[in-house]
């Protein structure tokens, strides 16, 4: 049984796809012949990673009691937003290398939940990392913040996955930003309307993590940038809430939803969002 605050725990926590992913007989076969091609003198096999084989350091920030019930400090919420899913990400899960896993891993249900993690992070010099799917290949989600903070949270927005509405009349929709792209589709689909946004990770990714990085849908063709599907973007920053105003095409001015674009998680968490759909 894993102990978790998180909705969902049937992920791996050291790398790609759910826990319950196994190869085929025939991709094992592929993977051997392939091994002996580039390693003839053989290689050390790699057993499966175990919660209790890595040596996790003692969180370094001592939360206010108010927030204690949104924050988690097991070792699978630890090791599970350690790191993204790019190679080197999982090499070094393999590797049972993981010395800088946030100190805690908050679960925010609602917007307020998000300003008053902000708010105590801010006032205690704490870094937020913002979390969706943890499908980043460049270290976007890694707490590895270094000493000028005392700590860093990974803010997990897994359940802000609400559908707010659907507009089949201006062909928009409106989501939190926690919502990952299956679902999404799901909604969609009984209305004959589809978001069309398909990276390669779509199973594993939310719509705010597509934002937060300028998604590019490599599993379809013509409009595939999240950039161009965005009609507005709601934000909790440190200094308060931030969203951009929904409208159908706009000249005026510089574009908040440009500047929230492609932001990473550096200048607040996306809460929800507006898109344009076909
Ligand atoms: C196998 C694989 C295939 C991939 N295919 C593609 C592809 O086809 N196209 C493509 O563009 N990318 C692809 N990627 C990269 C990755 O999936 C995308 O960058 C995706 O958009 C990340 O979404 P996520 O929800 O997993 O975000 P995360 O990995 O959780 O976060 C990514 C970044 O966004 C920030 N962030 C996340 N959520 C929020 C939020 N709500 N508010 C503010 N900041 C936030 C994080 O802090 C981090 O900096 C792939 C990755 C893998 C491992």
Partial sequence: MIK?????????????????????????????????????????????????????????????????????????????????????????????????????????????????????MEKDNIAAIPFGGGTSVCGGVEPDVGDTYNGAVSIDLQYLDKVLQIDPVSRAAHFEAGIFGPDLEN?????????????????????????????????ATQYTHIDDLVESIAMQTPRGPLSSRRLPGSGAGISADRMMLGSEGTMGIITDAWVRLQ
């Fill in 4 to 120: 978790s605050l998180a909705k969902h725990t049937n992920r791996k926590f050291w790398g790609w796809g759910y826990a319950d992913f196994c190869l085929t007989e025939a991709e094992n076969t592929a993977i051997e012949e392939a091994g002996r091609l580039l390693a003839p003198e053989g290689g050390t096999p790699v057993s499966i990673p175990q919660l209790a084989e890595y040596n996790l350091p003692k969180p370094r920030i001592s939360p206010p009691a108010a927030l204690k019930p949104l924050l988690s400090s097991t070792p699978y919420d630890r090791l599970f937003h350690a790191y993204g899913q790019s190679c080197a990400d999982i090499l070094r899960m393999l590797m049972r290398d993981a010395p800088n896993p946030p100190d805690f891993v908050a679960f925010p249900k609602t917007q307020k939940d998000i300003s008053h993690l902000l708010e105590w």
């Fill in 187 to 219: 909604a969609l689909r009984p209305h004959g309307l589809t978001l069309r946004h398909f990276p390669q990770s779509f199973g594993f990714s939310t719509l705010g993590g597509w934002i937060a990085t300028r998604a590019g849908g490599h599993f």
